[in-house]
């Protein structure tokens, strides 16, 4: 009886949301619910069989002949899923809370991204995949302003494009040692013997620079750089050579952040005060840190993120070191934490000097400030550098975030979001640690056993979610995750919580 009066309640309490005036709630009222632009499923999560499925078996042990499928979950009939609907390979319809590891922007089948690829106009940028760093088709500027330069963080005009989040990450640190050298050689140009050394990866070609990460940080698994800056799971790193960098604690908080200011605060002050020394001793171990790389969101370390006093606090520090600041947004990026940018909720005095991005871009790429680029050219690229068919994409997806008011609605969807799991948890002492920006949210769980037990009690009933860390599960739904669908999600997991106490 109480679960059908806090339902009623919340669906009282949805619809005065719904009909408040505008200036009463003048930043969470999107136009429209964008759900309502293209098809979706009404009647919610539907599970036939057992996941996963006989289908998705079958598939299964065909691709285990063929590479290494140890990590699928389940097939996807992606030409029957919609909107923030997945339908797997026997019919079983998921309320999708993973979104292709946080890149689904709009969900799926997005009506105007489909379109934008049936354009014939957009055919020969599907046919031919141009190398952007030396023949770039005559529309690659209009995609760069109309896409990823549309999104740029304040005070960052420059870009480089790459093809993940991974080797963002990279072009990233690349940027950072080549402005390190420059600075250190006044400007001018390398020398004889630096070229010569470096062919063999000794110094002063190959210098023993370093980039400061995080415990708990992952900044991708595709190089040497961007596995030696992670720092989150043996299993990723273990047999792989890496790089000797340094690694700090990221703050241990408890949440929501307004309750525990006082004791946040001295973990904070102990982390950056670690920060500092890890920083001052490379450099007098002639080992100085180039950068400092951190996620505003930690995601796979467990969805932790820090107040915004500490991370103008670790800008400045950085600063001081005459070391460049880099935000991985390649989680947190585009709308998910109810700003286009997490960093932006940090209230920074001067940007991010880099700010890497991919997932929900649909390519991957570096934001950079004025002066970063290498005085000598061709030393930063690729072959492809980005693919301007996902450029056609991003426009779409940059459009539609504006023309729906996307952000919005993740403000509006994130709140009732937290205000649920709140709920939850002073309901059922199973979850604890409720936290998230946006829809961008997390809770933990007693232990691994649980939380996976919980995950596939979840996928059971139509929801798929993972988890993250020892005990995390996080949520990464699409930006057009409406209020239905926060309601969806919550009764479902009250059902399992309910089960499994």
Not at 57 to 81: C, H, M, N, Y
Not at 281 to 304: N, T, W, Y
Request: aromatic residues 8%.
């Amino acid at each position: 009886m109480d679960r059908v009066w806090r339902l009623a309640c919340r669906r009282i309490s949805t619809f005065l949301t719904q009909i408040r005036p505008q200036s009463a709630l003048p930043a969470l009222q999107p136009t429209i619910d964008p759900i309502d632009r293209h098809r979706d499923f009404e009647h919610g999560p539907y599970v036939k069989t057992r996941i996963p499925g006989p289908k998705s078996q079958a598939l299964l042990a065909r691709l285990g002949s063929i590479q290494d499928g140890r990590t699928v979950r389940f097939f996807i009939d992606f030409e029957k899923s919609a909107g923030n609907y997945l339908v797997d390979a026997d019919g079983n319809r998921f309320l999708d809370v993973y979104c292709q590891i946080a890149s689904l922007a709009l969900g799926y089948n997005h009506p105007d991204i489909l379109a934008s690829l049936r354009n014939p106009a957009n055919a020969h940028l599907l046919a031919n995949r141009p190398c952007l760093g030396v023949t770039p088709p005559i529309e690659f500027i209009h995609l760069l302003e109309s896409s990823v330069l549309s999104m740029a963080p304040s005070g960052l005009r420059q870009v480089m494009l790459a093809m993940c989040g991974s080797c963002s990450n990279e072009t990233a640190f690349k940027f950072a040692f080549a402005y390190y050298r420059h600075k250190q050689r006044r400007g001018t140009s390398p020398t004889q013997e630096e070229l010569e050394t470096s062919l063999s990866n000794q110094a002063p070609g190959s210098p023993d620079l370093s980039v400061l990460g995080f415990t708990g940080a992952n900044h991708g698994r595709s190089g040497a750089g961007s596995l030696s800056a992670s720092h989150h799971k043996a299993i990723c790193k273990v047999d792989f050579p890496a790089f000797d960098w340094p690694r700090a604690s990221f703050p241990r908080l408890r949440y929501p952040l307004n309750e525990f200011v006082a004791e946040n605060e001295r973990e904070e002050a102990r982390c950056l005060a670690e920060i500092d020394g890890v920083m001052t001793q490379r450099k007098a171990e002639g080992r100085p840190v180039a950068c400092l790389i951190v996620e505003p969101i930690m995601s796979e370390g467990g969805d932790m993120h820090a107040s915004p006093s500490f991370f103008r606090r670790l800008r400045k520090l950085v600063k001081e070191h005459d070391a460049l600041f880099i935000a991985d947004e390649v989680q947190t990026g585009v709308g998910a934490t109810g700003y286009v940018w997490a960093h932006e909720s940090w209230g920074l005095d001067e940007p991010p000097d880099m700010v890497t991005f991919s997932k929900k871009m649909q390519t991957g790429g570096v934001y950079l400030r004025d002066g970063l680029f290498p005085v000598l050219p061709g030393r930063i690229g690729n072959t492809w550098m980005g693919d301007p068919a996902k450029l056609v994409v991003a426009c779409e997806i940059a459009n539609v975030i504006r023309r729906d008011r996307l952000i919005d609605l993740v403000r509006l969807s994130g709140e009732e979001m937290l205000k649920g799991m709140a709920y939850l948890q002073s309901r059922h002492p199973l979850i604890s640690n409720v936290r998230g920006m946006g829809t961008f949210c997390a809770f933990d769980l007693p232990s691994t056993e649980l939380r996976d037990s919980m995950l596939t009690s979840l996928m059971n009933k139509g929801v798929f979610a993972v988890g993250c860390s020892t005990k995390t599960i996080r949520l990464r739904p699409s930006l057009t995750f409406a209020l239905r669908h926060v309601h969806v999600f919550l009764d479902v997991l009250e059902a399992v919580l309910t089960d499994a106490e």
